[in-house]
């Protein structure tokens, strides 16, 4: 399956799971979704999340995070700190205190090797879930988004879901 049929596949399905009813009304996820690399495009394509109007957006989603063993850290020099794009995020729920940050642990760069161990025993899963939470708070998100692709095989499914259960 070639990657522009993955990539169409999942923004149709993000679609359709945005869209909430509550009641009789209907409420509509605004999701934007940022890098921590867009800041080193040149020009007028240097983003950064003080960029972001969030006047536009119900939920941010901050790419990426990564794993370090079964643990939650920072990819780039200045994601955390005064200042840092972190920070910069989080700011705008100065003004929006509606706005919900959420960061995004994995992507395409990460694979499932680091993934499938964590996911490989209850040990490592309650350490990536603790450091997790840990993680959120530390840095002012309202939650994660795991962005880990590409599993081997059915038992890499299985620690998936068991991982995803426990999360609960």
Same mark, same amino acid.
């Given at each position: 399956?070639?990657?522009?049929?993955?990539?169409?596949?999942?923004?149709?399905?993000?679609?359709?799971?945005?869209?909430?009813?509550?009641?009789?009304?209907?409420?509509?996820?605004?999701?934007?979704?940022?890098?921590?690399?867009?800041?080193?495009?040149?020009?007028?394509?240097?983003?950064?999340?003080?960029?972001?109007?969030?006047?536009?957006?119900?939920?941010?989603?901050?790419?990426?995070?990564?794993?370090?063993?079964?643990?939650?850290?920072?990819?780039?020099?200045?994601?955390?700190?005064?200042?840092?794009?972190?920070?910069?995020?989080?700011?705008?729920?100065?003004?929006?205190?509606?706005?919900?940050? &959420?960061?995004?642990?994995?992507?395409?760069?990460?694979?499932?090797?680091?993934?499938?161990? /964590? /996911?490989?025993?209850?040990?490592?899963?309650?350490?990536?879930?603790?450091?997790?939470?840990?993680?959120?708070?530390?840095?002012?998100?309202?939650?994660?988004? &795991?962005?880990?692709?590409?599993?081997?095989?059915?038992?890499?499914?299985?620690?998936?879901?068991?991982?995803?259960?426990?999360?609960?």
């Amino acid at each position: 399956m070639h990657l522009s049929t993955v990539f169409l596949v999942f923004v149709v399905l993000l679609c359709s799971l945005l869209r909430a009813e509550v009641g009789a009304k209907k409420e509509y996820k605004r999701v934007c979704y940022t890098t921590n690399w867009s800041q080193y495009r040149s020009g007028t394509a240097k983003f950064t999340p003080a960029d972001i109007d969030p006047s536009l957006c119900s939920h941010i989603v901050f790419a990426f995070a990564k794993l370090d063993g079964n643990k939650v850290s920072t990819v780039e020099w200045n994601d955390d700190g005064d200042n840092g794009l972190y920070y910069q995020l989080n700011a705008h729920k100065a003004a929006f205190p509606n706005l919900k940050t &959420l960061i995004a642990v994995g992507g395409w760069t990460l694979g499932m090797v680091l993934p499938s161990a /964590m /996911m490989s025993s209850v040990q490592n899963r309650s350490e990536f879930i603790n450091s997790s939470i840990q993680f959120c708070r530390q840095h002012n998100f309202d939650g994660l988004d &795991l962005d880990f692709e590409f599993p081997g095989d059915s038992a890499e499914a299985a620690h998936w879901k068991i991982n995803i259960d426990s999360r609960r």
